[in-house]
C-alpha cells in the first residue's frame, strides 16, 4: 500500500523529531570531546565506532558487487569523511547553532538547484540573508570573524551536499543499508592516519572512549535506526519539513549542552534559513531530505 495514501501514525513524526534531538545532542556532545581527542581524533573515534556497529549489525556483503559499485561507494565514503571532518573543524570555532546553520546551506542549494523554481531561488535568497545576519559579516571587522570556522561550516555543507549525491547512487547500488556500512568503514579508514597523528594514545583513555561511542550512538545509530522507521510512514516533503528544524535545535543543544547563548540578529538568521528550507521542501514533494550518517 502507498504510504501516501495511508494515514500517518501520530507517532511517526515524533521519531524524526527524536532523531533530530539525538543529532543536535551528539554533535554537543562531540564538542566536549574535541578539546580530549582534537578534531580529527573525534572524527575517527565517531565514523570506527559507528562503523564497527553499523558492521556487527547489517553484516554487509561484498560479493556480487562489480567495479563500479565499489567506485561508487568510494564516493560516498570520501563525502563522509570530508563533510565530518569539516564539520568538526567549524564546531570547534563556531556556536552549535551557527555551524549547523550555516552547514544546511549545502543540501537547501541542491534542493534549489535542482528544482530550477524562481520560488526556490528566493528561497535560497532569504537563506543567505540569514547566513549574512548569523555570520555578522555586514557589522563585524573582517579582522575578527572566525573565517575558518565560516569557511569550514560551509566546506560541510558542500560535503553533505555531496553526500546525498553518492547516497541516491549508492543505493541503487547496494541493497539496504550495505552501502552506508561499507562507506563508513571507508571512511573511517581514510581519517585514521589524521586521526592518530591528531590524538596519538590520547584514543585509548577511558572517557575519550566513552564519549565517542556516546558521539557514534547520538549521531549516527540512534538518528539512523529512527528515520529508517519513521520514513516507512511519513511522506518525503513532511519529513524535509521536520528536519529543517536541526538549526533551532542544534541552537538549543548549544545552549544546554555547552552554555553557548546566541544574539538576536543570529536567531532572526536561524528563522530565516528554517523558513527557507521549508519553502524549498514542501515546493518539492518527492525528493527525500538525507542527513549526514
Known amino acids: 500500500m502507498d504510504r501516501r ?30 578539546p580530549l ?9 565517531r565514523l570506527t565506532l559507528a562503523a564497527v556497529i553499523l558492521a556487527v549489525a547489517v553484516r554487509p556483503s561484498w560479493r556480487g558487487h562489480r567495479a563500479r559499485d565499489w567506485w561508487v561507494v568510494l564516493w560516498f565514503g570520501l563525502s563522509l569523511a570530508a563533510m565530518n571532518s569539516a564539520f568538526y573543524g567549524a564546531v570547534a570555532r ?5 555551524a549547523v546553520t550555516l552547514e544546511f546551506l549545502g543540501p537547501l542549494t541542491l ?9 526556490d531561488l528566493l528561497a535560497v535568497a532569504l537563506a543567505l540573508a540569514g547566513v549574512l ?47 552506508v556500512a561499507w562507506a563508513m568503514l571507508i571512511a573511517a579508514v581514510l581519517v585514521t ?15 575519550v572512549l566513552g564519549r565517542g561511542l556516546g558521539v557514534a550512538l547520538l549521531s549516527s545509530v540512534v538518528p539512523y535506526s529512527l528515520e529508517n522507521i519513521a520514513l516507512r510512514w511519513i511522506a518525503p516533503n513532511v519529513f524535509g519539513v521536520l528536519m529543517s528544524l536541526e538549526p533551532a535545535v542544534a541552537a538549543m543543544a548549544g545552549l544546554v549542552v555547552l552554555g553557548q547563548r546566541l544574539v538576536g540578529t543570529e536567531w532572526a538568521g536561524i528563522a530565516l534559513v528554517i523558513a527557507a528550507s521549508i519553502v524549498i521542501r514542501v515546493a518539492i514533494p518527492g525528493r527525500r531530505a538525507l542527513r549526514s550518517p
Open 5 to 34: 495514501a495511508r494515514p500517518t501514525p501520530a507517532w511517526a513524526p515524533t521519531l524524526v523529531l527524536g532523531s533530530i534531538l539525538s543529532v543536535q545532542f551528539g554533535g554537543a556532545l562531540a564538542v566536549t570531546l574535541i
Open 37 to 45: 581527542a582534537g578534531v580529527m581524533g573525534s572524527v575517527l573515534l
Open 94 to 98: 563556531l556556536p552549535m547553532g551557527v
Open 111 to 119: 534542493a534549489a538547484a535542482t528544482s530550477r523554481s524562481v520560488r
Open 133 to 179: 545576519l548569523i555570520s555578522g559579516a555586514l557589522w563585524t571587522p573582517w579582522t575578527q570573524l572566525d573565517l575558518v570556522g565560516i569557511g569550514l561550516a560551509l566546506l560541510a555543507g558542500a560535503g553533505w551536499a555531496m553526500y546525498i549525491l553518492a547516497s541516491g547512487h549508492t543505493a541503487r547500488h547496494f541493497e539496504g543499508i550495505d552501502g
Open 193 to 207: 592516519p589524521w586521526g592518530l597523528v591528531d590524538a596519538g594514545g590520547r584514543l585509548l583513555g577511558g572517557q
